[in-house]
């Protein structure tokens, strides 16, 4: 049964720092390409990350471009979104997903994915 955990969230004020972790098990940890999801109350869920499977190579939404970054520790089976500089706009629920077979056309599409996380809040206040 494939799980992957999400932790990390919570409340800072804008411009602080958080760092999620999305532990998965349950799976071939190599062989998954991951990524972030965010929505906010009353939108859609929307692409924030995701970091390919063999490689490493990276995709950001440019909401987020050179204020997070994806990385991944195959040895521990986690996934991290380091985010900084934070914005009021960046409050969601953050999912961590997994999936085969994405390819660089397919990272920014949800339905792409085949595992989700339960999600973690996190709060940028002003």
């Known amino acids: 049964q494939v799980q992957l955990s999400e932790s990390g969230g919570g409340s800072v004020q804008t411009g602080g720092s958080l760092r999620l972790s999305c532990v998965a098990s349950?799976?071939?940890?190599?062989?998954?390409?991951f990524g972030w999801f965010r929505q906010a109350p009353g939108k859609e869920r929307e692409f924030v990350a995701a970091?390919?499977?063999?490689?490493?190579?990276?995709a950001y939404a440019d909401s987020v471009k050179g204020r997070f970054t994806i990385s991944k520790h195959n040895a521990e089976n986690t996934v991290y979104l380091q985010m900084s500089a934070l914005k009021p706009e960046d409050t969601a629920v953050y999912y961590c997903?997994?999936?085969?077979?994405?390819?660089?056309?397919?990272?920014?599409?949800?339905?792409?994915?085949?595992?989700w996380g339960q999600g973690t809040q996190v709060t940028v206040s002003s």
């Open positions: 997903a997994s999936g085969m077979g994405l390819i660089t056309s397919t990272l920014r599409i949800s339905t792409a994915y085949n595992y």
């Open positions: 349950g799976l071939s940890f190599s062989s998954y390409t």
């Open positions: 970091i390919k499977r063999y490689g490493g190579n990276t």
